[in-house]
């Protein structure tokens, strides 16, 4: 007998990913993780990082609300006609992330954000293939 991932279950793994996501961003935000170890090492100010990962920020807690609605946790208006399309944009941004990490020239970012972003982009598409 085939047992597939249920869309419940998909959001809450990408909501539990999302926190620890969160997490980390508000501990670089109050500059508790170097901040040198994200974005590719490309920012060079403090006030570079505090808008980049203010905007990360709000982006993951979007993504998390994202999840819960196509994943059913949460009750919505949001037709499905919307939240389809969103659900595959978020795992679309996830991909180009995934390649992104993938080229990092930091170590932390390829080898522990590359995969963290392909689970979530293949968990965004399941989302969006099962969303009712």
Same mark, same amino acid.
């Given at each position: 007998?085939?047992?597939?991932? &249920? *869309?419940? %279950?998909? !959001? ?8 620890? =996501?969160? !997490?980390?961003? +508000? ?6 993780? #170097? ?16 808008? @980049?990962? &203010?905007?990360?920020? +709000? ?15 949460? *009750?919505?208006?949001? *037709?499905?006609?919307?939240?389809? #399309?969103?659900?595959?944009? =978020?795992?679309? %941004? ?8 993938? @080229? ?6 390829? %080898?522990? @954000?590359? #995969? /963290? ?5 293949? /968990? %965004?598409?399941?989302? !969006?293939?099962?969303? *009712?």
């Amino acid at each position: 007998m085939r047992r597939s991932l &249920s *869309p419940q %279950y998909a !959001a809450r793994i990408i909501i539990g990913l999302l926190l620890a =996501m969160a !997490a980390l961003h +508000v501990l670089i935000l109050c500059e508790v993780v #170097p901040w040198t170890l994200v974005w590719g090492g490309q920012l060079e100010t403090v006030a570079q990082m505090r808008l @980049f990962e &203010s905007i990360a920020l +709000v982006v993951t807690l979007f993504a998390g609300w994202l999840a819960a609605v196509g994943g059913g946790l949460r *009750p919505t208006t949001l *037709p499905t006609r919307v939240r389809k #399309p969103l659900l595959w944009a =978020m795992s679309a %941004y996830l991909l180009l992330n995934t390649l992104g990490n993938l @080229f990092s020239h930091h170590a932390v970012e390829r %080898y522990a @954000f590359t #995969p /963290l972003a392909l689970l979530l982009a293949l /968990l %965004y598409a399941h989302l !969006a293939r099962h969303t *009712p």
